[in-house]
């Protein structure tokens, strides 16, 4: 049994294809130390994000959504709305509850994320 102190392994991960830099994947728990773990990269992604695939998201939080409003933004200068792939129902959950879900479109079955 732990003391508490100890620094958690990194529970979630972020990924953008090359060869698609609109889409990015999201997995694991997407909250503040998370994102702090991930750093300025992630930031810079999200400006040219335009799909978001949150199939694998098991856990967000209201840094999670400052993520997705982030990328709103990027794909509102675009001239799109950001699309959320495959949410699950915990964070379909956030997106209503925060007003988020009438301000992006959410789809189904965006398939796996790459290897």
């Known amino acids: ?64 959504l400052r993520c997705l409003t982030a990328a709103m933004g990027g794909a509102r200068l675009a001239g799109v709305r950001l699309t959320v792939v495959d949410p699950p129902p915990q964070v379909r959950h956030v997106l209503r509850v925060s007003g988020v879900e009438a301000l992006v479109d959410v789809v189904e079955d965006g398939g796996p994320a790459p290897g």
């Open 1 to 64: 049994m732990g003391t508490g102190s100890e620094q958690q392994p990194l529970r979630a991960a972020v990924h953008v294809d090359p060869a698609d830099p609109e889409r990015l994947w999201l997995t694991g728990d997407v909250d503040l130390h998370a994102v702090e773990a991930a750093g300025t990269g992630l930031w810079e992604a999200l400006r040219g994000v335009r799909v978001v695939e949150a199939g694998g998201v098991t856990f967000m939080d209201s840094t999670g």
